[in-house]
């Protein structure tokens, strides 16, 4: 009999629930280091390490403590699955490709205990860091002089059997605890190889740094690491550059090409066998009768003025009509033109869409290069650029600004421009966008940078 569909998938839960438990707590450990290297110069999460203010610390303190629950919940959840369930097959395989494919290259697959081991043995790493932060300080109990002559008298009824056995208590308990302490110091020393300079601060860290630099300079291998670094940066930023220009100059290229030579014959046949209307809109047809009538208001005044010979009134309307022949003609290919640009924007928009989804490794190689580039500014040009892009578009003059735009808009596809839905338009849109943009600061730029937001923030003030 075979087993129905809910019930494999619910086995299938249950028998990945040990792996779930660890790939979660070893996530949350690896963003605990992240956090650590990127702010705390790989030193633990501490006030000592960081030279931040009350804000800042409150919330890394805060991302610690989430990280560290998120760890303990999980790796109890691991615990309790893996005593009950099988975590997975011993399965052990390396794969060496030839050499001519690429240099250098393989493949290894290696088995998930192994991997199993390494995610248990950092999580452990992470915790005792935090362990020993956390553990309360060691209570030590001293005696004066006069109290341990005292502790050493004898006394009647063998009280200096029990003085003497208290003070071997107290000392074997120090002695023992000095040893857990020295075995847990060379177990982590052990288990975590880095440098102890970067946990215990006896020389400053840009001197270590320097050391560091030095070494690696002194490394044989330093300059084709080098070479190699440069060509992979070098050929990211070719391919994000050219995938940008191709973002601009495809749906140009697109536009032009279909308005010209696909849509705009189609467009010119069909309105010149059905007679279409010269205007598309009652805006378009006031514009051209206002058009009409400065020119032949503007006749008569040079006439009146003396600036032009008088004209008698039969030659002032064959003026007037050649004038409004000319009009006719002018709205006539502009709103032509108009239904030729709302196509071709079509398969501009389709090209560009096109584009993205097929591209989906330039794009992200893309996002990359403009994160390097943003991120790679100083705070306050991260902070200049921010309110440079707020205060134009969610600003208090940017109102102007998105009428001008919709109304260019409305122009080039040949719609009339609503003002209702454009007042409508810029009472809405800005302020979501507004509050977007705030939202953005508030979860993402503040982790990334709190620097940059407190720079923002200052000169925003």
């Given at each position: 009999?075979?087993?129905?569909?809910?019930?494999?998938?619910?086995?299938?839960?249950?028998?990945?629930?040990?792996?779930?438990?660890?790939?979660?707590?070893?996530?949350?450990?690896?963003?605990?280091?992240?956090?650590?290297?990127?702010?705390?110069g790989g030193n633990p999460i501490s006030?000592?390490?960081?030279?931040?203010?009350?804000?800042?610390?409150?919330?890394?303190?805060?991302?610690?403590?989430?990280?560290?629950?998120?760890?303990?919940?999980?790796?109890?959840?691991?615990?309790?699955?893996?005593?009950?369930?099988?975590?997975?097959?011993?399965?052990?395989?390396?794969?060496?490709?030839?050499?001519?494919?690429?240099?250098?290259?393989?493949?290894?697959?290696?088995?998930?205990?192994?991997?199993?081991?390494?995610?248990?043995?950092?999580?452990?790493?992470?915790?005792?860091?935090?362990?020993?932060?956390?553990?309360?300080?060691?209570?030590?109990?001293?005696?004066?002089?006069?109290?341990?002559?005292?502790?050493?008298?004898?006394?009647?009824?063998?009280?200096?059997?029990?003085?003497?056995?208290?003070?071997?208590?107290?000392?074997?308990?120090?002695?023992?605890?000095?040893?857990?302490?020295?075995?847990?110091?060379?177990?982590?020393?052990?288990?975590?190889?880095?440098?102890?300079?970067?946990r215990v601060s006896v020389l400053p860290?840009?001197?270590?740094?320097?050391?560091?630099?030095?070494?690696?300079?002194?490394?044989?291998?330093?300059?084709?690491?080098?070479?190699?670094?440069?060509?992979?940066?070098?050929?990211?930023?070719?391919?994000?550059?050219?995938?940008?220009?191709?973002?601009?100059?495809?749906?140009?290229?697109t536009q032009q090409f279909t308005k010209?030579?696909?849509?705009?014959?189609?467009?010119?046949?069909?309105?010149?066998?059905?007679?279409?209307?010269?205007?598309?809109?009652?805006?378009?047809?006031?514009?051209?009768?206002?058009?009409?009538?400065?020119?032949?208001?503007?006749?008569?005044?040079?006439?009146?003025?003396?600036?032009?010979?008088?004209?008698?009134?039969?030659?002032?309307?064959?003026?007037?009509?050649?004038?409004?022949?000319?009009?006719?003609?002018?709205?006539?290919?502009?709103?032509?033109?108009?239904?030729?640009?709302?196509?071709?924007?079509?398969?501009?928009?389709?090209?560009?869409?096109?584009?993205?989804?097929?591209?989906?490794?330039?794009?992200?190689?893309?996002?990359?290069?403009?994160?390097?580039?943003?991120?790679?500014?100083?705070?306050?040009?991260?902070?200049?650029?921010?309110?440079?892009?707020?205060?134009?578009?969610?600003?208090?003059?940017?109102?102007?600004?998105?009428?001008?735009?919709?109304?260019?808009?409305?122009?080039?596809?040949?719609?009339?421009?609503?003002?209702?839905?454009?007042?409508?338009?810029?009472?809405?849109?800005?302020?979501?966008?507004?509050?977007?943009?705030?939202?953005?600061?508030?979860?993402?730029?503040?982790?990334?940078?709190?620097?940059?937001?407190?720079?923002?923030?200052?000169?925003?003030?």
């Amino acid at each position: 009999m075979q087993t129905p569909g809910f019930l494999r998938k619910a086995q299938q839960w249950l028998t990945q629930t040990p792996e779930r438990a660890l790939d979660q707590a070893y996530e949350a450990a690896m963003m605990i280091d992240a956090i650590e290297k990127e702010y705390f110069g790989g030193n633990p999460i501490s006030p000592k390490y960081g030279n931040y203010g009350e804000s800042a610390l409150t919330y890394f303190q805060g991302e610690l403590k989430k990280y560290l629950n998120l760890i303990r919940l999980r790796m109890a959840e691991f615990r309790i699955a893996n005593s009950v369930l099988r975590v997975s097959d011993p399965k052990i395989m390396e794969i060496q490709l030839p050499a001519p494919l690429e240099e250098g290259f393989s493949i290894d697959v290696i088995d998930k205990p192994a991997v199993f081991f390494r995610k248990l043995r950092f999580i452990d790493e992470v915790l005792a860091r935090y362990d020993a932060i956390e553990a309360p300080p060691e209570r030590t109990i001293t005696l004066s002089e006069a109290d341990s002559q005292a502790a050493l008298q004898p006394a009647s009824n063998g009280s200096i059997q029990v003085a003497n056995s208290q003070t071997d208590g107290v000392l074997k308990a120090s002695s023992n605890s000095a040893k857990s302490k020295t075995t847990a110091d060379n177990q982590s020393d052990s288990n975590r190889p880095e440098a102890l300079s970067n946990r215990v601060s006896v020389l400053p860290r840009s001197i270590l740094r320097t050391v560091d630099r030095i070494r690696q300079d002194l490394d044989p291998q330093a300059e084709q690491q080098v070479v190699k670094n440069f060509r992979s940066s070098k050929t990211k930023t070719t391919t994000a550059i050219k995938f940008l220009l191709l973002l601009v100059i495809v749906p140009l290229l697109t536009q032009q090409f279909t308005k010209n030579f696909v849509v705009g014959p189609i467009v010119e046949n069909i309105r010149d066998r059905t007679h279409a209307e010269v205007f598309l809109n009652l805006e378009m047809e006031e514009e051209a009768l206002h058009e009409l009538q400065q020119f032949e208001e503007r006749l008569r005044f040079e006439v009146l003025i003396g600036k032009a010979e008088p004209l008698p009134e039969r030659e002032i309307e064959e003026s007037v009509r050649e004038k409004a022949t000319e009009i006719e003609e002018e709205y006539r290919h502009r709103s032509a033109d108009s239904v030729k640009n709302l196509f071709a924007d079509m398969f501009a928009v389709a090209a560009f869409a096109t584009l993205l989804l097929s591209s989906k490794r330039e794009v992200s190689t893309l996002k990359g290069f403009m994160d390097e580039i943003v991120y790679g500014l100083s705070d306050s040009a991260k902070a200049f650029i921010i309110i440079l892009f707020t205060d134009i578009f969610v600003g208090f003059h940017s109102p102007h600004g998105w009428e001008v735009l919709l109304e260019g808009m409305s122009r080039h596809l040949g719609f009339p421009a609503d003002r209702d839905f454009i007042f409508l338009f810029i009472a809405t849109f800005p302020v979501i966008l507004d509050t977007v943009f705030k939202y953005w600061i508030f979860r993402y730029l503040n982790r990334i940078s709190p620097s940059a937001v407190a720079t923002y923030r200052n000169m925003n003030e």
